[in-house]
């Protein structure tokens, strides 16, 4: 059992109880929704009378239902409008404050919540969306939970857990130009697999990570739940602590300093004790793309597609799955290989710095005429950012569709999406069959800056040639 | 607790579906999470790989009338991986499922089964592929799965099936549904909120 870990420590100082079947209570500090998973649970507090425990502990957006291209009420799609009215309503009856469009600080949920100071170290972070895991990116241990778990959060603050064990995954040397944290976290997927997780929490340590911004650290933990750990984290340290200086919902002055403190030893100990470990080197690290229908399946881009015979028994069915839905061959390589679509964005790269990688290598080039590239910010605070650095202007420039911010093609929740087996080089975190939008649509996941590349040159490239 | 909540033993016939990390878009793509209700989920479950793009049933086992009125599934390694959504549980439960036998589930995918009262059990590899071949060769037959014994029996074959003991009783005992078990410790949440620094603002 692991022991001295971050993830212990937050742990133990949020049980309140062990419950008659040996699961922990766990107080959650903080509770984020969103209009898609929560309508059922307010339904049900409502039916029954009940009152939320802590109203100022959850915080609402809209996000996954939201259009990108005009978002002026009522949207065009009355089921969206529907869903966003019950958030409306419900927040309001509730007390929850609700960042919509016209607070200007509206966007996925994943990206306001460290926006906004919301998300800080030390918090058991809960919402009803799987990549909550981003949150722990800040030291936190924040994870996904369902609808009927979201009730029990908005009821009595609190959830019923098992204890996870933590495997602390090292990931040692220098990133190389053109390698990104989607790399880094496409990479470990790819070594232990999208089931590889199950049952524990990462621990993401080493040089890669501590030379992180918060916002690679942010995609690097998105993606945990990938290779099938619900929780990610990160220990915080000064660069944790400088991103959070002067948010919104941060701790101010002296409170701010008594944080650092608090925080600074919430940190693994040197002594802290793990029930697994695994140690990478930067040394291979290629720009990363999937081939396939899940996370694991992906190759560094100079590889060739693996060969059949290379899977174990078991994943050998699967690629064959993949290999036929996905229309490549094993032995192909991916570089020249046309793509149709190109999406930016998502709560994994919707980031100011997403966009920065994204727009440098688009200014190189225009978005080649078969190509739909579409460029969607991760919130009303980063759209706004973006422009007033002139990415939008590049990305505009080159061709590119700039919209609102959103969910957009991430998940096919709203007008966003593939038409028929187009191939989209994508930001976003999932490359499940029909993730997109069409039922045989195929997605390629990659890093901002090689769906970039993939727009001016229509087809998959690597990077590295333009950058560096 | 109620007596009408336990579920120790199910009882029916069984609709398998093979395939390992089936993620929760292909058990309900989301543009069926746009209604703010669960009440029609289980029209949509497996929608896309059971219908063309006319809404012709193809060759799935959901469609096939031997396996019709199943009320246990049997499915592979890593079942449910991806997204949050209880509406992939909620699909499968209203879709007339009452238990599912599988390889291994996702985390997040478990935990939804459990908190809506259908069980998620795990048998061997071996085992479920022994449980699939039953099927195929006796689709009108019963399996039994037992929680009190941790078994599944089918013709002449008897199989163990792992459970973790925290998910196993509170199926036993009807408390699958932690809400009142959660709301009857606030006293003690207040407490422990009160500890944290940041609920007070680092004061």
Known sequence: ??????????????????????????????????????????????????????????????????????????????????????????????GIPFFDTSTNKQGIVHVIGPELGLTQPGMTIACGDSHTSTHGAFGSLAFGIGTTEVGQVLETQSLALNRLKVRRIQFNGLLAPGTYAKDVILKIIHILGVKGGIGFAYEFGGDVFDAMSMEERMTVCNMSIEGGARIGYINPDDITFNYLKDKEYAPKGEAFKVAVKHWKSLASGLDARYDDGLTLHTQDLQPMVTWGVNPGQSVGVTQMLPELDSFSKEDKKTAEEAY????????????????????????TNSRLSDLREAATVMAKGKVAPHVKAIVVPGSQQIKKQAEAEGLADIFKAAGAEWREAG??????????????????????????????????????????????FAAIQGEIGDVREVIG | MSTTLKRHFFSGTAVPIEGDDLDTDRIIPARFLKEITFENMGNYLFHDVRFDSQGKPGTHPLNDPAFKDASLMVVGNNFGCGSSREHAPQAIMRYGIQAIIGESFAEIFAGNCKAIGMPAVSATPHDIRLLYQYIYDNPRKKIDLNLTTKTVHFGDHT??????????????????????????????VQETAKKLPYMTGFA
């Open chain 1, 324 to 347: 036929a839905y996905m229309k490549f061959n094993p032995g192909m390589s991916l570089v020249g290989h046309p793509i149709d679509v190109v999406f930016i964005g998502s709560c």
């Open chain 2, 159 to 188: 199989i163990a099936i792992d459970l973790p003991e925290s998910r196993r009783s509170v199926f036993l005992e009807g408390t699958w549904n932690a809400l009142e078990l959660l709301k009857s410790n606030e006293k003690r």
């Open chain 1, 1 to 94: 059992m692991s022991k001295n870990t971050l993830y212990d420590k937050v742990w133990d100082s949020h049980k309140v109880t062990t419950l008659p079947n040996g699961q922990d209570q766990l107080f959650i500090g903080l509770h984020l929704i969103h209009e898609v998973t929560t309508p059922q649970a307010f339904a049900s507090l409502k039916e029954r009378g009940a009152r939320m425990a802590f109203p100022h502990r959850t915080f609402a957006t809209i996000d996954h239902i939201i259009p990108t291209l005009s978002q002026q009420r009522p949207f065009q799609d009355n089921q969206a409008e529907l869903m966003t009215e019950a958030l409306e309503n419900n927040v309001k009856q509730f």
């Open chain 1, 407 to 452: 969910c957009s093609m991430c998940l096919a929740m709203n007008p966003d999406k593939l038409i028929g087996d187009q191939l989209c080089a994508s930001t976003s975190n999932r490359n499940f069959m029909g993730r997109q939008g069409s039922p045989t649509g195929r997605t390629l996941l990659m890093s901002p800056a090689m769906a970039a």
